[in-house]
């Protein structure tokens, strides 16, 4: 079957399209008597849909059907849940701009259908995921939630239901008809943060995710407790709108104490190049070097793009506050303010996709566009 937005083969077409009942029915959980709201469960992959290769003893997708197995509970939810495998179920170190792409224009296509949308996806990339599904769906007004799991959810003490289990229940949690979190966000252990302000900061416990610079939106516990005055609401009355042009020619180049002129260099004359997230000190401090300057100055003239990102996970980036930041100043950085290094490179990727002009990216790179960053 061949796709209508991709024009290859796809797996999704018969979803995308709404065309055919009985394949989509292959993969409805249920449809529960009290029916409380409807989600689509997209599911990308990730250690939630892992079990142990028996030779290798490596962790590696398992077939999507045999996740229903794992989860009864689902029909408690008394939510009607329909779900979309992504077929092959990746690794999430494998997603690529295609993945979000598939995922925004699935969640366009089934928009009006659903009261809200969860992502099963890897844990290891989700904030650059979320960060960008966040830019690329603009006038949200229903939730789409990321989770997954640090554990396989066929293992005992697998995170992978309560995971899922609350997601589902944010996904579709309403209040006068409205949805209580219109945001793209991340949910894990008990924690829902807005997701272009997350960074996955631990691989070995289930508190995986944190927001350093933005407050949680929602806590659960025995009730989920919403921070309603945290959650971004679109003005009313404006309609969804999917961008899912992306422009890859984004490089990161992080700072450390002895970096040569020969690697600032390389980075900054990657053909093609067109932005560049540059993780400085503290504050948004660099090196004095009379080099250093040159070769910012030298990119910033030929239109490439700088803006800083501090090293630091908390706080914002001051430029001018330091001597060791005037420079960049007056090199023609632009300032990332306190945003993640995730939302900054799915930020430039979606504004250099959307747009021809330069003078336009720069505008929005100072403005904050879905809650990604506090200015000031
Ligand atoms: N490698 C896995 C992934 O990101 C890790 C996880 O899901 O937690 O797909």
């Given at each position: 079957?061949l796709?209508?937005?991709?024009?290859?083969?796809?797996?999704?077409?018969?979803?995308?399209?709404?065309k055919?009942?009985?394949?989509?029915?292959?993969f409805?959980?249920?449809?529960?008597?009290?029916?409380?709201?409807?989600?689509?469960?997209?599911?990308?992959?990730?250690?939630?849909?892992?079990?142990?290769?028996?030779?290798?003893?490596?962790?590696?997708?398992?077939?999507?059907?045999?996740?229903?197995?794992?989860?009864?509970?689902l029909?408690q939810?008394?939510?009607?849940?329909?779900?979309?495998?992504?077929?092959?179920?990746?690794?999430s170190?494998?997603?690529?701009?295609?993945?979000?792409?598939k995922?925004?224009?699935?969640?366009?296509?089934?928009?009006?259908?659903?009261?809200?949308?969860?992502?099963?996806?890897?844990?290891?990339?989700?904030?650059?995921?979320?960060?960008?599904?966040?830019?690329?769906?603009?006038?949200?007004?229903?939730?789409v939630?990321?989770?997954?799991?640090?554990?396989?959810?066929?293992?005992?003490?697998?995170?992978?239901?309560?995971?899922?289990?609350?997601?589902i229940?944010?996904a579709?949690?309403?209040?006068?008809?409205?949805?209580?979190?219109?945001?793209?966000?991340?949910?894990?252990?008990?924690t829902?943060?807005?997701?272009n302000?997350?960074?996955?900061?631990?691989?070995?416990?289930?508190?995986?995710?944190?927001?350093?610079?933005?407050?949680?939106?929602?806590?659960?516990?025995?009730?989920i407790?919403?921070?309603?005055?945290y959650?971004?609401?679109?003005?009313?009355?404006?309609?969804?709108?999917?961008r899912?042009?992306?422009?890859?020619?984004?490089?990161?180049?992080?700072?450390?104490?002895?970096?040569?002129?020969?690697?600032?260099?390389?980075?900054?004359?990657?053909p093609?190049?067109k932005?560049?997230?540059?993780?400085?000190?503290?504050?948004?401090?660099?090196?004095?070097?009379?080099?250093?300057?040159?070769?910012?100055?030298?990119?910033?003239?030929?239109?490439?793009?700088?803006?800083?990102?501090?090293q630091?996970?908390?706080?914002t980036?001051?430029m001018?506050?330091?001597?060791?930041?005037?420079?960049?100043?007056?090199?023609?950085?632009?300032?990332?303010?306190?945003?993640?290094?995730?939302?900054?490179?799915?930020?430039?990727?979606?504004?250099?996709?959307?747009?021809?002009?330069?003078?336009?990216?720069?505008?929005?790179?100072?403005?904050?566009?879905?809650?990604?960053?506090?200015?000031?």
């Amino acid at each position: 079957m061949l796709c209508r937005f991709k024009k290859t083969k796809c797996h999704f077409q018969p979803f995308c399209a709404k065309k055919s009942a009985i394949f989509v029915n292959q993969f409805l959980f249920f449809v529960n008597v009290e029916k409380k709201g409807a989600v689509l469960l997209l599911f990308t992959g990730g250690t939630i849909s892992m079990s142990e290769d028996p030779a290798t003893g490596a962790l590696r997708p398992i077939d999507f059907n045999r996740l229903q197995e794992y989860m009864p509970e689902l029909k408690q939810t008394g939510v009607h849940v329909k779900s979309i495998p992504f077929l092959p179920l990746i690794d999430s170190s494998d997603v690529q701009p295609d993945t979000w792409e598939k995922l925004a224009l699935i969640i366009e296509e089934n928009y009006d259908d659903f009261d809200g949308f969860v992502v099963l996806h890897g844990t290891d990339t989700m904030a650059h995921s979320a960060s960008a599904l966040s830019f690329m769906l603009e006038n949200l007004s229903k939730p789409v939630i990321f989770t997954g799991a640090q554990l396989p959810i066929g293992m005992m003490r697998s995170d992978a239901k309560e995971n899922l289990l609350t997601a589902i229940e944010i996904a579709s949690a309403q209040e006068n008809g409205m949805a209580i979190v219109p945001e793209v966000c991340i949910f894990f252990e008990d924690t829902l943060f807005r997701g272009n302000r997350t960074t996955k900061k631990n691989a070995e416990h289930f508190n995986a995710f944190n927001s350093y610079n933005y407050p949680a939106l929602a806590k659960a516990g025995v009730h989920i407790k919403y921070f309603r005055s945290y959650i971004h609401y679109s003005e009313p009355g404006t309609k969804l709108r999917v961008r899912t042009k992306v422009d890859r020619n984004v490089a990161i180049l992080k700072l450390f104490p002895g970096i040569t002129q020969f690697t600032v260099h390389a980075i900054l004359n990657i053909p093609g190049l067109k932005a560049v997230v540059l993780e400085s000190f503290g504050a948004g401090n660099a090196p004095r070097r009379s080099w250093f300057f040159d070769e910012l100055k030298a990119a910033n003239e030929k239109g490439i793009l700088i803006v800083n990102k501090s090293q630091c996970s908390t706080g914002t980036v001051e430029m001018g506050r330091y001597e060791t930041s005037l420079n960049l100043l007056s090199a023609g950085v632009i300032s990332g303010y306190d945003c993640t290094t995730e939302a900054l490179v799915a930020k430039l990727m979606c504004l250099l996709g959307e747009y021809d002009s330069l003078h336009e990216v720069r505008h929005k790179l100072s403005i904050s566009i879905c809650g990604e960053m506090t200015i000031g």
